[in-house]
């Protein structure tokens, strides 16, 4: 653009130019327009990579929340079926099912048996001091 606005500058104060020159001169207004036009769109899709990169960052989180909420469920999940175990360990849980009462249903010795190796295996012992 610089050596356009020169090329006129010369035109003006009355200077040759050769034919080359004399074109681009002419061209001058369809330059400095395709110029123009080319920073809009370089400003366009600055503002689109910038929206994207939001877009991006905002799908990342939402992504890593619902995986934080899928592992709380799977733990919630666990947890709850150690609890449901260890309640097997009960002398008094045990009674219940061995005779089908208090609401427990009926359970042979031997699947009573089974479920409480599995809730010895499966839960950990704690320690009420810690």
Not at 13 to 27: F, H, P, R, Y
Not at 72 to 96: E, G, P
Not at 115 to 127: G, S, V
């Amino acid at each position: 653009q610089l050596k356009l606005e020169d090329y006129k500058d010369r035109l003006k104060k009355g200077e040759a130019l050769n034919q080359d020159q004399l074109e681009a001169v002419e061209k001058y207004d369809e330059v400095v327009h395709n110029l123009e036009f080319a920073k809009e769109l370089q400003k366009t899709f600055s503002g689109l990579s910038q929206d994207l990169l939001k877009a991006q960052k905002k799908a990342q989180r939402r992504e890593s929340l619902l995986k934080l909420e899928a592992e709380k469920k799977k733990l919630r999940t666990i947890l709850q079926v150690q609890y449901v175990l260890q309640n097997f360990t009960q002398d008094h849980v045990q009674k219940d099912f061995k005779g089908g009462v208090n609401g427990a249903i009926y359970l042979p010795s031997k699947e009573l048996d089974y479920l409480i190796r599995f809730a010895k295996l499966t839960c950990p012992e704690r320690n009420e001091n810690l």
